[in-house]
């Protein structure tokens, strides 16, 4: 039953609505995490590059100091005197020099070593480190070759200072070429020490991203915040090999930006891990992933209330039907105002449901008074045809002993008539039995009318045992007399033929009568109860029947002229007649 389901209207509704909200917030939250992930890893490679221009300012600005520095040492007239003179301990106030040399910046700068063409050297510097220096000057010499004059970095070296062997740094060389400031031609060079670490701090920003590195432009790391990865190329401490084509690369799990600065042959490189480079997003993933939750239960409530509110006269409605179906027919809802327009429909079928239910109980209960009173008739009546056939019996074999033999068949149609009324009566027939009873009326119509009744029949042999209703061509043959013949002057003939025409088998009733008048012929099958009874009611009741048990292609077609005659056609189908209905005739 509809009440024991468990999965109402409601409940459907209200997940059907929960899961479409859901769907969208979920979909909404799927577009909000890639717009936001991709949003937080531009703003954060975006942030990334920004630190790596100010880190680049940063080692520009602190190679325009070292190169000013560099400019007060080649430009002193003392060490340009002491780089020209070829006995390198002439007379060259090497006091001056040292004390110009002295003038170091010593925030940036670790010391300084001057070597000139003619093989003289000036230093002021650590012993250890201005060894480096000096081991290495062959390869400084090619690093500045090819230089205007200008800064460049020239490598750098790991040095053990005091002879100990656990304390060392790495030194970052800067050199330069020192000319003739008369002829311009080249007297020598200069070298300028830099710690590392002292790059490294000056280059050091607040809330980086990543990793980065200064490297030469080999890809050699110079420096870094880890010192293990000094002097190892990039992409080997990678473990990647890292296409140098742009500003930024993207290689497995990792984003690399590069920037070159022109002034010093280096190269800044900063790594950013995926990690790294989404680590807000995850703290927005949170947000909104609590967000998406509290929408998802936020509508799922109001998805629900909703549908309460939706179905609640359902509900109201659903329980007056149980009432009606547990006998309390005087039920009656009243809907709130703004209920939908379906439901208000729904409730007013219902409310006439209940009407029509209550009539059809009161036909009901009228009917069955009507039905005891007519098993009562019928009890009655079931003495009545005994009686008749007994009295009819009775009356034959009185006339048969005074030899009144035409009276005495005339009884036995009677009887014979009386029969086939009480056993055949709504069943369907053969034609034959039909047309027997036909020919016992026509008889005791002859009887009556004598000569002024004339009458033939003729039925085609392929008719005889196809199968019609019973009683449908009596009312049609007593209308053609009473009606037709008999308010005629004179004599006048009936003649019935049944013939198989095109599928269907028509059983002709044609009378030289005086006819039908126009208007009543046209009415004469009318279903309509207005028209008045006019003695013609059986024809109209044959024809109904027909219909309503056959179809409409069936029943009685009429066709009449005043003064001339009716030809009334009965149209059947075609139906072999039933061996139920023989083996009732054969038991007659």
Same mark, same amino acid.
């Given at each position: 039953?509809?009440? +024991? /389901?468990?999965?109402?209207?409601?409940?459907?509704?209200?997940?059907?609505?929960?899961?479409?909200?859901?769907?969208?917030?979920?979909?909404?939250?799927?577009?909000?995490?890639? $717009?936001?992930?991709?949003?937080?890893? *531009?703003?954060?490679?975006?942030?990334?590059?920004?630190? $790596?221009? /100010?880190?680049?300012?940063?080692?520009? =600005?602190?190679?325009?100091?070292?190169? *000013?520095?560099?400019?007060?040492?080649?430009?002193?007239?003392?060490?340009?005197?002491? $780089?020209?003179?070829?006995?390198?301990?002439?007379? +060259?106030?090497?006091?001056?020099?040292?004390?110009?040399?002295?003038?170091?910046?010593?925030?940036?700068?670790?010391?300084?070593?001057?070597?000139?063409?003619? !093989?003289?050297?000036?230093?002021?510097?650590?012993?250890?480190?201005?060894?480096?220096?000096?081991?290495?000057?062959?390869?400084?010499?090619?690093?500045?070759?090819?230089?205007?004059?200008?800064?460049?970095?020239?490598?750098?070296?790991?040095?053990?200072?005091?002879?100990?062997?656990?304390?060392?740094?790495?030194?970052?060389?800067?050199?330069?070429?020192?000319?003739?400031?008369?002829?311009?031609?080249?007297?020598?060079?200069?070298?300028?020490?830099?710690?590392?670490?002292?790059?490294?701090?000056?280059?050091?920003?607040?809330?980086?991203?990543?990793?980065?590195?200064?490297?030469?432009?080999?890809?050699?790391?110079?420096?870094?915040?880890?010192?293990? $990865?000094?002097?190892?190329?990039?992409?080997?401490?990678?473990?990647?090999?890292?296409?140098? *084509?742009?500003?930024?690369?993207?290689?497995?799990?990792?984003?690399?930006?590069?920037?070159?600065?022109?002034?010093v042959n280096l190269q800044i490189v900063?790594?950013?891990?995926?990690?790294?480079?989404?680590?807000?997003?995850?703290?927005?993933?949170?947000?909104?992933?609590?967000? !998406?939750?509290?929408?998802?239960?936020?509508?799922?409530?109001?998805?629900?209330?909703?549908?309460?509110?939706?179905?609640?006269?359902?509900?109201?409605?659903?329980? @007056?039907?149980?009432?009606?179906?547990?006998?309390?027919?005087?039920?009656?809802?009243?809907?709130?105002?703004?209920?939908?327009?379906?439901?208000?429909?729904?409730? @007013?079928?219902?409310?006439?449901?209940?009407?029509?239910?209550?009539?059809?109980?009161?036909?009901?209960?009228?009917?069955?008074?009507?039905?005891k009173d007519a098993e009562l008739r019928?009890?009655?009546?079931?003495?009545?045809?005994?009686?008749?056939?007994?009295?009819?019996?009775?009356?034959?074999?009185?006339?048969?002993?005074?030899?009144?033999?035409?009276?005495?068949?005339?009884?036995?149609?009677?009887g014979d008539l009386l029969r086939y =009324?009480?056993?055949?009566?709504?069943?369907?027939?053969?034609?034959?039995?039909?047309?027997?009873?036909?020919?016992?009326?026509?008889?005791?119509?002859?009887?009556?009318?004598?000569?002024?009744?004339?009458?033939?029949? %003729?039925?085609?042999?392929?008719?005889?045992?196809?199968?019609?209703?019973?009683?449908?061509?009596?009312?049609?043959?007593?209308?053609?007399? @009473?009606?037709?013949?008999?308010?005629?002057?004179?004599?006048?003939?009936?003649?019935?033929?049944?013939?198989?025409?095109?599928?269907?088998?028509?059983?002709?009733?044609?009378?030289?009568?005086?006819?039908?008048?126009?208007?009543?012929?046209?009415?004469?099958?009318? /279903?309509?109860?207005?028209?008045?009874?006019?003695?013609?009611?059986?024809?109209?009741? %044959?024809?109904?029947?027909?219909?309503?048990?056959?179809?409409?292609?069936?029943?009685?077609?009429?066709?009449?002229?005043?003064?001339?005659?009716?030809?009334?056609?009965?149209?059947?189908?075609?139906?072999?007649?039933?061996?139920?209905?023989?083996?009732?005739?054969?038991?007659?």
């Amino acid at each position: 039953m509809i009440f +024991a /389901q468990k999965n109402g209207i409601q409940q459907k509704i209200s997940l059907s609505f929960s899961a479409l909200i859901s769907l969208i917030i979920v979909v909404l939250l799927a577009v909000a995490y890639i $717009l936001s992930r991709n949003t937080v890893a *531009a703003i954060n490679s975006s942030y990334a590059e920004i630190l $790596l221009q /100010q880190k680049n300012d940063r080692l520009t =600005a602190l190679v325009n100091e070292i190169d *000013a520095f560099s400019k007060t040492i080649v430009s002193n007239d003392d060490i340009q005197q002491a $780089l020209q003179n070829t006995d390198n301990r002439s007379d +060259a106030n090497m006091a001056s020099v040292y004390s110009e040399m002295s003038n170091i910046p010593t925030k940036i700068v670790a010391g300084v070593v001057v070597i000139g063409k003619n !093989g003289s050297v000036y230093r002021e510097i650590d012993r250890e480190v201005g060894g480096s220096i000096l081991a290495d000057a062959d390869g400084i010499q090619n690093t500045i070759a090819y230089s205007d004059g200008e800064v460049i970095f020239a490598g750098g070296s790991h040095t053990y200072l005091g002879g100990d062997w656990e304390y060392g740094e790495t030194y970052l060389y800067f050199a330069r070429k020192i000319r003739d400031l008369t002829t311009f031609g080249e007297i020598g060079y200069m070298v300028i020490s830099v710690r590392e670490s002292v790059l490294w701090k000056n280059l050091e920003l607040p809330g980086e991203i990543g990793n980065y590195y200064v490297a030469d432009m080999d890809g050699s790391i110079i420096s870094a915040i880890d010192k293990s $990865l000094l002097s190892m190329n990039i992409e080997d401490s990678l473990g990647i090999k890292v296409e140098w *084509a742009g500003a930024q690369r993207i290689n497995r799990g990792i984003v690399v930006n590069q920037i070159d600065n022109p002034y010093v042959n280096l190269q800044i490189v900063n790594i950013i891990p995926y990690s790294d480079l989404y680590a807000n997003y995850y703290d927005i993933l949170g947000i909104i992933v609590v967000i !998406g939750l509290l929408a998802i239960l936020l509508f799922a409530y109001m998805s629900f209330r909703i549908a309460s509110r939706i179905t609640q006269p359902l509900r109201e409605l659903t329980s @007056n039907m149980k009432e009606v179906a547990d006998g309390n027919l005087n039920t009656q809802l009243i809907l709130p105002k703004h209920t939908a327009v379906e439901i208000t429909e729904l409730n @007013n079928m219902f409310s006439h449901m209940l009407e029509e239910l209550e009539l059809m109980m009161a036909r009901i209960q009228e009917e069955s008074v009507k039905e005891k009173d007519a098993e009562l008739r019928a009890l009655r009546a079931q003495i009545n045809p005994h009686f008749l056939y007994n009295t009819l019996d009775t009356l034959y074999w009185m006339l048969v002993e005074k030899e009144e033999y035409d009276i005495a068949n005339l009884v036995t149609n009677i009887g014979d008539l009386l029969r086939y =009324a009480i056993r055949k009566g709504g069943q369907k027939v053969p034609l034959r039995d039909e047309i027997t009873q036909i020919e016992n009326y026509l008889l005791i119509e002859k009887n009556r009318y004598e000569e002024k009744l004339k009458y033939s029949i %003729v039925i085609e042999p392929e008719a005889q045992d196809l199968e019609i209703l019973s009683f449908t061509l009596q009312p049609i043959v007593e209308n053609a007399i @009473n009606h037709g013949l008999m308010s005629k002057k004179g004599s006048g003939s009936l003649s019935i033929v049944a013939r198989l025409d095109h599928g269907d088998l028509l059983i002709s009733i044609q009378d030289d009568g005086s006819g039908i008048p126009v208007d009543l012929r046209d009415s004469l099958l009318s /279903q309509d109860i207005s028209h008045p009874d006019t003695g013609h009611i059986g024809m109209r009741n %044959v024809d109904m029947r027909i219909k309503r048990l056959l179809g409409d292609r069936y029943g009685l077609e009429i066709d009449s002229l005043e003064n001339v005659g009716t030809t009334v056609v009965v149209r059947f189908p075609i139906i072999k007649a039933s061996s139920d209905n023989m083996r009732i005739e054969e038991s007659e």
